[in-house]
């Protein structure tokens, strides 16, 4: 009988599944990826909010109860929200100190990190910019740093997931073929933005980001700091504005009424239709056809 | 100096920077203008519960220099924290007058207790209620509800002890805390002996409690409506002895006995898109004082006659805001006392106060709020209510660690 007992827990933590939570989108489908069906993933936050500002509501505590890990963005992108929601869950296998917390953007180099740290400046990140993600050079390094931690957590589908991450790193190079190539046809060459959040693509494909809509980090544009875009789209001839999807739209419109510039409404993440990774860079890439 | 000694104290102090607990201070400055004089405004109350809102204050002096005519320097609060170790985080909030410095919290927190538990302990916030565990600059209002300022004293209940509370695994958000304190609170709870100025050294008249004094359970619940909508309810109780030393009052009195708060908060909060919410929250508190009343029994002020004394009183407040964006909001508030009963007799229960605000924040960092009062809740000392009109200009500035946002 109590041969029976343990046999059958032993068999119950066997099958038991990693729980796996995210704080965005982009990283659910990056862990969905390697992993396929073999691990429980749940999302804290949607892809259509400003990332910095996700509404920290208790039920997302429940989602960390659980959780055996904790895969986070990291270079403050959570810093508005996550910490009280992992103290609260009294979870401490996602404390961050421990194995079961991983931190992506320790895996990338960042750019953009001030010289000077002031808030004069906006609410700059000091560690550099953390839109990390789109750039599409980095997801290959992105997911085998979740693989890495995978394989430690999950050992005995370590084979799979190397499996699963060796053929989506290969299939998304391609797709960053097609991407340079139609990147390059581009017509839109330099371009205007609302917060800096699509700095690392237009680094990686050479576009001029010559403006933001707002005038530093997270303050809301003037009407007379309006004006100055005005001329400045008008005297360099810009022809496009990447308007994230959480920002008001209402500045963009302005300016397109009176430059007759182009509006994109361009994601950070994933949501709605754009259900995966590939899906988010085809919508951004197809902005600049 | 030499390039070598140059690289080593860089390197120095990188590793310091590294150790540098997150260092934040928060200021918070007002103007006030109000239709009563601060001579006479100090000598007001609210009768049964508040006893003077100025010169005479239990810890009550931030919440009614707020109100002072003129310029003011409400407070200045320091706060360090970092991780102590692999067990535990600290985490002191320094509350810094123009005269004085104090400890308004010093807490450790750890979760390493497994089955989904926090444990805090040193001296914090309790987690009562909805509005008591935040901090004064998170308020979308100056002051503190009234309900708490009669009960438990214009910075709400803070208190040295220890606190367990577990999140249950449940398809609903259920969570509940037990919090054991030393129950020094002087509006409601209090520890000290009771004796007459001029008895004799040994002639106590209540000798004070024991700690730990005072008890505090709570459980709280949410459900989202939609992914956007949320409800939020708790029921929180606190219970204790209380001596209330009030011998060096006009009319000097004391009162010992037994003290019971029971708390029910009910909250909803609707966002539009990432910065636009519209929020309601209110509490209702109940508050029954079952003891004694010691008054001096002659001007030699070295004996007391006592007397039966039963309070039970209730309160509430219900806050309505709404943000149109980052930057701009607005909001009321309603609040009073509809229950003031002293043993067996109604007493002034028509205690209400109507507050307008809106706010500006020209970024996270900063805010400034106009505020308008209406208070009919304060009655002069011929028993006579006064109709107190203010505004408020509110500056709250904050540099340093970003912390993170409560629902």
Request: hydrophobic share 40%; aromatic share 10%; no cysteine.
């Amino acid at each position: 009988m109590k041969k029976l007992l343990i046999l059958a827990i032993l068999s119950s933590l066997a099958f038991a599944k990693l729980n796996v939570v995210v704080t965005y989108p982009y990283i659910a489908d990056l862990v969905d990826n390697i992993t396929g069906d073999k691990v429980n993933i749940k999302v804290l936050a949607t892809g259509d909010r400003d990332p910095h500002h996700i509404v920290p509501k208790p039920s997302l505590i429940l989602k960390l109860l659980k959780a055996d890990i904790l895969i986070s963005n990291g270079a403050s992108l959570e810093t508005a929200w996550l910490e009280p929601l992992v103290t609260n869950a009294g979870n401490s296998k996602i404390n961050k100190n421990s194995n079961g917390f991983l931190d992506l953007s320790q895996n990338i180099k960042l750019i953009e990190k001030p010289v000077n740290i002031t808030r004069a400046n906006g609410d700059v990140h000091a560690e550099g910019n953390p839109h990390f993600v789109l750039d599409p050079y980095n997801i290959k390094p992105l997911t085998l740093a979740i693989l890495a931690r995978l394989k430690t957590l999950d050992p005995k589908n370590s084979d799979l997931f190397v499996d699963n991450a060796t053929s989506f790193i290969s299939s998304f190079e391609k797709k960053i073929k097609v991407y340079e190539s139609k990147m390059s046809k581009t017509k839109y060459k330099s371009i205007i933005q609302y917060h800096p959040s699509f700095n690392y693509f237009l680094k990686r494909f050479g576009i001029k980001n010559v403006a933001n809509i707002e005038p530093l980090p997270g303050v809301t544009p003037s009407s007379k700091y309006i004006l100055k875009l005005i001329s400045i789209i008008k005297e360099k001839n810009i022809k496009l504005i990447l308007q994230d999807v959480y920002h008001k739209k209402d500045t963009a419109e302005f300016l397109s009424k009176k430059t007759g510039i182009k509006i994109a409404s361009t994601p950070h993440d994933l949501y709605g239709n754009i259900t995966s990774i590939e899906k988010l860079f085809d919508t951004i890439v197809r902005n600049f056809e | 100096m030499s390039k070598k000694t140059i690289l080593t104290s860089a390197l120095l102090l990188t590793s310091l920077n590294a150790f540098t607990p997150n260092i934040s201070l928060n200021t918070d400055m007002s103007y006030a203008t109000k239709n009563i004089a601060n001579s006479e405004f100090g000598h007001l109350e609210i009768p049964a519960i508040i006893h003077g809102l100025g010169g005479h204050s239990h810890g009550g002096e931030e919440a009614s220099a707020m109100n002072e005519d003129g310029f003011n320097l409400n407070y200045v609060e320091l706060g360090l924290s970092a991780d102590v170790d692999q067990l535990f985080s600290l985490t002191s909030f320094f509350h810094i007058s123009e005269e004085s410095i104090a400890v308004e919290e010093a807490f450790f927190t750890t979760n390493k207790l497994g089955f989904n538990t926090k444990l805090k302990g040193g001296k914090f916030r309790s987690s009562f209620g909805r509005i008591n565990e935040k901090h004064h600059h998170t308020y979308d209002f100056a002051e503190i509800p009234l309900v708490y300022h009669g009960f438990l004293g214009s910075e709400g209940l803070i208190e040295k002890g220890l606190q367990l509370q577990k999140t249950f695994d449940l398809p609903q958000y259920l969570m509940a805390g037990v919090e054991v304190f030393a129950g020094e609170n002087e509006n409601s709870f209090g520890t000290g002996n009771i004796q007459a100025v001029n008895a004799e050294e040994d002639d106590i008249a209540v000798k004070g409690n024991d700690s730990p004094n005072l008890i505090v359970g709570y459980v709280k619940t949410a459900y989202d409506l939609s992914e956007d909508t949320t409800i939020l309810g708790g029921l929180s109780v606190a219970s204790g002895e209380h001596r209330i030393d009030h011998l060096e009052d006009e009319h000097p009195h004391a009162l010992s006995g037994d003290t019971t708060i029971v708390g029910i908060d009910l909250s909803m909060k609707k966002y539009f898109d990432s910065y636009s919410y519209l929020s309601f929250e209110s509490e209702i508190l109940y508050r029954e004082l079952d003891g004694k009343k010691y008054e001096y029994a002659d001007a030699a002020q070295d004996s007391f006659a006592s007397a039966d004394l039963n309070k039970k009183q209730a309160g509430f407040y219900a806050n309505l805001v709404y943000a149109f964006d980052k930057n701009y909001k607005i909001g009321a508030r309603y609040e009073g006392f509809f229950k003031n009963e002293v043993n067996g007799i109604d007493k002034e229960d028509d205690l209400y106060k109507t507050s307008l605000m809106v706010e500006y924040a020209p970024s996270e960092f900063s805010k400034i709020r106009l505020q308008y009062n209406n208070n009919r809740a304060l009655y002069n000392e011929d028993e006579e209510r006064q109709n107190l009109h203010s505004f408020i200009l509110q500056f709250n500035l904050s540099i340093g660690a970003h912390a993170a946002h409560a629902y």
